[in-house]
């Protein structure tokens, strides 16, 4: 058994408490045992004054010295009948140190004479004060030596000690027995558990199955299933995103060519007679050209990370409107969703224009299809502002809002689109791209009145110089 441990630790702990407790004990034990050996002393001395007292006056002298040293005293003295009689004297070696009534020995001042009685070493002479017994006289008063009785406190204590140090063990045995029964055993179960689901964490197999009977383990083991279960999900999720990601870039390679042949012809467009053609081929080749830089972007997707932002200052509101003409084509059909712009003319902001277009559309999009989905006209406004520490944009809507469960996943991929068949992604791209700039998108309300979301991009570029080294700046 090592200290260690915990059954070694707590079987030390269990001697020494329980050895603590016994020394608290032993001052009151041996308090009583140096009271009974004075009064046994009292007794004999008693005894020995009326055999004394029995005998003829010749045989008196013979037995004194006899019946003393029986009785462990040097002199006895009773009184009766208010006299005081010299029964038993002999010659006392020295001094009377201390004078003792056990008449009205309290338990305090008792205590604190058998301590000062094992304290002092030298063999000193006392005097002790009783009551007869059987009513044999008012008061029997003797001189003693106090070594004998500091021998006798000496041994009692001793075994005493050695009583109490076998209980000790034995009791440290039986609880040690009783904890590795209770505790250790469901702890060492538990342990197992723990390696065996290290070895493999994505085979739910080897997720533990609470049923200890003490309630702190078992809240342990329903805390440890719980954690068990989230992270073999959550493993189950990246591995499925990590085929995904495969999957996209796979298919953004060959989609990025299909589409470098589209833009190309498209670039032709420009050349057309048709002047309604002319007019829509820059935004049809700007389309084409956000899709190739997407697909391209696509391809790193193995670095769990979008690309650094690559900052320029250019006018919001004219990306804005970009944003709202595309939507608004996207949304002819249904032709019941409103585009309402309240952003300054002249306002200027430093950021990577393709990423914020990128987040401006994906919220744009999900406003449209919620109004659309609602089956009742509503409206969509991208306003902002500025301020001396960043621009803020807003976006929001006169939609149904968004459900609860919506709210609760809103920035985790496959788990917080409010539309049947959304994936999520849209929004985490969004928070992910704005992050990248040192900002932050927030739902700010949603509501039977609509939605509302924020962004803040901070003015500060020494923060994405520290970040991305010169591809920020």
């Known amino acids: 058994m090592r200290l260690n441990t915990i059954s070694g630790r707590f079987a030390a702990l269990t001697i020494i408490f329980v050895m603590l407790a016994e020394l608290f004990i032993l001052l009151p ?98 005097r002790v004060i009783g009551s007869p017994v059987n009513q044999a006289g008012q008061l029997i008063e003797i001189t003693m030596q106090t070594a004998p009785l500091r021998a006798g406190m000496i041994e009692y204590g001793l075994r005493l000690l050695a009583i109490s140090a076998a209980f000790s063990i034995l009791t440290a045995i039986l609880l040690n027995l009783a904890v590795q029964r209770l505790v250790l055993v469901p702890i060492r179960r538990v342990i197992s558990h723990m390696s065996a689901y290290a070895s493999a964490p994505e085979d739910p197999r080897h997720i533990i199955i609470p049923d200890a009977r003490l ?112 939507e608004t084509l996207a949304g002819e059909a249904a032709g019941k969703v409103d585009f309402l712009s ?72 496959f788990t917080g689109s409010a539309r049947k068949g959304g994936t999520g992604l849209g929004l985490t791209i969004a928070a992910d791209l704005i992050r990248g700039h040192g900002g932050s998108l927030n739902l700010i309300r949603s509501d039977e009145e609509g939605s509302e979301f924020m962004i803040h991009i901070p003015r500060d570029v020494n923060a994405f110089a520290a970040r991305y080294g010169n591809a920020a700046r």
Not at 221 to 250: D, H, I
Not at 274 to 299: F, G, M, Q, Y
Not at 384 to 404: C, F, N, Q, Y
């Open 215 to 326: 309630a702190e383990l078992r809240n342990a083991e329903s805390a440890l299933e719980a954690m068990q279960k989230t992270v073999t999900s959550s493993l189950k999720q990246k591995e499925r995103m990590a085929q995904l990601g495969q999957a996209v870039a796979k298919i953004s390679h060959d989609l990025r060519n299909i589409l470098t042949t589209s833009q190309i012809f498209a670039d032709r467009l420009e050349d057309s007679a048709d002047p309604k053609v002319r007019r829509a081929a820059p935004k049809l080749v700007n389309s084409i050209t956000r899709a190739v830089n997407l697909c391209e972007t696509t391809l790193a997707f193995g670095k769990a990370e979008e690309p650094a932002p690559t900052l320029s200052r250019f006018n919001l509101s004219q990306l804005a409107i970009e944003v709202i003409e595309a």
């Open 29 to 126: 034990a041996l308090s009583s045992f140096r009271l009974d050996y004075l009064e046994s002393r009292l007794e004999r001395a008693q005894i020995a004054s009326l055999a004394l007292l029995a005998t003829d006056e010749s045989l008196a002298s013979d037995l004194e010295s006899e019946l003393l040293q029986n009785a462990g005293v040097f002199n006895v003295v009773l009184r009766r009948n208010d006299i005081r009689q010299l029964v038993l004297s002999s010659p006392i070696p020295g001094p009377v140190s201390a004078t003792y009534d056990l008449r009205d020995a309290g338990v305090m001042n008792s205590i604190d004479d058998a301590v000062g009685t094992l304290m002092n070493k030298e063999n000193q002479v006392i």
């Open 342 to 413: 309240d952003i300054p003319a002249s306002l200027i902001i430093r950021a990577d224009r393709d990423q914020l277009y990128r987040v401006l559309t994906n919220l744009a999009r999900n406003a449209r299809q919620a109004i659309e989905g609602a089956g009742a006209p509503g409206t969509v406004e991208i306003g902002a502002g500025e301020s001396d520490s960043e621009w803020w944009i807003r976006v929001g809507d006169t939609g149904p809002g968004l459900p609860e469960k919506a709210r609760e996943y809103l920035f985790k991929p």
